[in-house]
Every structure is written in C-alpha cells, then in structure tokens.
C-alpha cells in the first residue's frame, strides 16, 4: 500500500533524465504532480506514462509554478523532486519511515551533486534542502530563481540518506543553464533597483571562483571541477551584463 506521499515536479524538456528521476520515487507515492513550462520534448509524455497530473504553467516565475503545483495536491505529505534529481533506494526507504512515524513537520535531505558524471562535494555543493513536509505547513515565496521553501512549523528533522543531482551533466548545458539563471538573476536584481558598477563586472566574477575554487576547498574535488567553478564565474559576469542592457534600454 503506498503512503500518503505526494511527488512535486517542475518541467521544461526535461526528457532526458526524467524516466529515471520518477522511476526512483513513483513506488512510495500515492499522486504526481507535474507542473509544466511548456516543454516541447517528450516530457509531457514520459510524465504521462507514470500517471501524472500535468499542469501547463509557462513564464519564468519557478515559485509560482511550485505553488500552483502544491494547490493541486490531495495527500498530506509532499515531495519535491526535480527532473534531474534520482533517489535511492535507502532514500526511499527513509521517507517512507519517516512519514510513517513523522515526528517533523518538515525534512531537510542531504545533495550529492555530480559533474559530468563525477561527484562533488566541496566548494558550495554540499548543502541541505527542504524537500519533504507536510503540505499544509508548506509556505513558497515566489522567485525567477531558486525560489525559497520554507515551513509555518520550526519542527524540522534532517535525513541520512542523499538525494543525487545530475545538474551539470556536460559543459554546454552547464553554460546554456547558467545564461538562462543570469537572465533571471538579472532581472531579480533589476526589480530590486540594484546598480551596476566596474567593480561588479570585473572583480565578482574573480571573486566567485575564488571563493568557490579555494576558500571553499572546491580543488578538494580534483582539477577537473575548474571548468564548473569558471562556469559559475561566467555566471556573475553575465548577469551584470543583462542589468546593464536592462538599465541602459529603461535610461
């Protein structure tokens, strides 16, 4: 009998590692969730071959289309899953206990994130996130980037086991996903009235590498994570660039 589990999912093309990412869930939850951006890939009908609800909600605003998302669901527990993160065995296992015999309201799972197939677990990627919670005490404050999660219970508890995120599976969709994140970074900071200046351009870039790649112990890794961690540099580069063309088009 399968628990009182429902899965969360935001897609856009998101095919190619999607069959394995519900594979790894679709045995210890009841209901499917999945709110879509308008993919034009086989998205919509791998999602379809595992009994998902599919909701159409394009635009860029990630926290609107989770909360659209959490409104649809009928079980008391959600999961949050995206397209390119798979479970384990031992994490199923574990969510399923823990719901079971929930003393939290909300869990907290450990990231093993992976680069071009390898694992990394230094330099700002050996984090935690709320992805599991009773969808009542579930609160979403809508973002264009990593919206934030949070719980209307400080009752939190963290789990063992790792959740394993393909986000940066070859060097062209890492650069492809970090312009798309620079866009919608720039026009956060837009909206916020941020300023450019010389200094954003030429030294935060320089300094996100260095942060990542040194303070943080990124070279722990191994070398062959420098291209990531130049990545995120480019990253800040271009989203100063964007706040610039936006400020100089709105001048």
Do not use: C
Request: net charge positive.
């Amino acid at each position: 009998m399968k628990s009182n589990i429902a899965l969360l999912m935001i897609t856009y093309n998101s095919e190619e590692l999607l069959r394995k990412s519900l594979s790894s869930v679709k045995d210890i939850v009841a209901e499917i969730v999945v709110v879509d951006g308008g993919s034009t890939d086989e998205t919509i009908k791998i999602a379809s071959l595992y009994g998902a609800e599919i909701y159409n909600y394009k635009g860029i605003n990630l926290g609107g289309q989770r909360a659209h998302g959490l409104s649809k669901i009928q079980q008391e527990w959600v999961f949050m899953l995206d397209s390119d993160e798979i479970i384990s065995l031992k994490l199923a296992d574990e969510i399923e206990e823990v719901v079971k015999n929930a003393g939290y309201d909300g869990y907290y799972i450990p990231y093993k994130n992976h680069f071009l197939g390898k694992p990394v677990n230094h330099g700002g990627e050996n984090y935690k996130i709320l992805r599991l919670a009773r969808k009542e005490k579930i609160k979403i404050n809508p973002s264009l980037l990593h919206e934030k999660i949070s719980l209307t219970s400080s009752k939190t508890g963290e789990l063992k086991n790792y959740m394993y995120h393909y986000s940066y599976r070859s060097l062209g969709q890492v650069f492809k996903k970090f312009t798309d994140y620079a866009k919608r970074e720039a026009e956060e900071k837009y909206k916020k009235g941020e300023r450019v200046s010389l200094k954003k351009i030429f030294l935060y870039p320089v300094h996100m590498f260095w942060a990542r790649f040194i303070e943080d112990k990124g070279y722990k890794d191994g070398f062959f994570r420098i291209p990531l961690d130049l990545g995120f540099a480019y990253m800040e580069l271009v989203t100063y660039i964007f706040l610039l063309q936006k400020q100089i088009m709105k001048a």
